[in-house]
């Protein structure tokens, strides 16, 4: 297309020519009347609307030193404004490149869905983002609503893999791999697992260095809560620590290193494991040497 004229859609703001100018002027709209070729091409042809338009070989630029769009493409049925699709080859269907350095690349407003992605077939990502910059992240995502409740992302999906998989493959970076903060009274971090017959832990952490699995602080020195709980309703234990090769476990505590509350028992239990330690409503601390043999140590 050699002349440039904008099409009815633009917005109000943007217009330079009404429909009458266009005409006036001989643009596309007249050319459209009067031209019918089978093919638009970017230097000879005309576009025509209503129809299949095939430039073959060629490619079309359309350029412009407007404050506003370029090219608006407006739809004022039920049907998508814009559809763009690639048969042969494995180019990006949409390329978009902002060569200001700081705009924005692309830039979705939206009552329903800001973006959709779907993947139905092969064995690349569904979505990739790479940030190749000095700084920056390479993705941002706001909840800016204070009204919404809903989460800011979620992720759901009915497949066998993983449905979040961080990594972090350069040994050198000493950043939290993922960071979680929450300025607000709610949890940071909630995991829960419905399914009632799974039997592998719910988290899982490990490490092949040299320093803590896990190390929790309760910062607040004015807290009257522990520092953790764990509690099971089954018939479990509470907490169980092993050392290969060294103790199980060891307390440290201003006021005592250990306590055992007492129970609202009379004495204790019939039997019980070898070395229980119980203690009665009366203070009396008693050791289970196996079975039914307990010995009163205190």
């Known amino acids: 297309m050699r002349e440039h004229t904008e099409i009815d859609s633009v917005p109000d703001p943007a217009r330079r020519f009404g429909r009458r100018a ?176 799974a039997s592998t832990p719910l988290a899982y952490i490990q490490t092949n260095g040299t320093g803590r699995v896990f190390t929790a602080y309760l910062n607040n020195t004015g807290s009257t809560q522990p520092a953790a709980k764990l509690q099971t309703n089954g018939t479990g234990v509470g907490v169980e620590a092993v050392s290969k090769n060294g103790r199980g476990g060891r307390f440290a505590g201003k006021l005592a290193q250990l306590q055992l509350a007492p129970a609202n028992t009379a004495t204790h239990p019939t039997s019980g494991s070898a070395g229980d330690l119980y203690v009665d409503r009366s203070k009396r601390l008693w050791f289970c040497k196996g079975g039914t043999r307990w010995v009163q140590i205190a």
């Open 22 to 197: 266009a005409l006036a002027t001989g643009g596309v709209a007249a050319g459209l009347a009067l031209l019918r070729p089978s093919q638009a091409s970017a230097a000879t042809g005309n576009l025509q609307y209503g129809t299949a338009n095939d430039a073959g070989a060629d490619a079309t630029e359309l350029t412009s030193t407007t404050a506003f769009f370029t090219l608006s493409v407006r739809n004022t049925g039920i049907g998508s404004s814009l559809r763009c699709t690639t048969t042969a080859g494995n180019g990006s269907t949409v390329y978009v490149n902002n060569g200001s350095g700081g705009g924005t690349g692309v830039w979705i407003d939206a009552e329903g869905r800001g973006l959709n992605v779907q993947s139905f077939n092969g064995a690349a990502p569904a979505a990739e983002v790479t940030q190749q910059g000095t700084t920056g992240s390479a993705l941002l995502v706001s909840g800016a609503n204070l009204l919404n409740t809903d989460p800011v992302v979620e992720i759901s999906a009915a497949g066998l893999g993983s449905y979040l998989y961080v990594n972090n493959a350069i040994p050198a970076n000493t950043s939290s791999v993922v960071d979680v903060r929450q300025a607000g009274t709610g949890r940071a971090l909630d995991v829960l697992c419905t399914n009632a017959g």
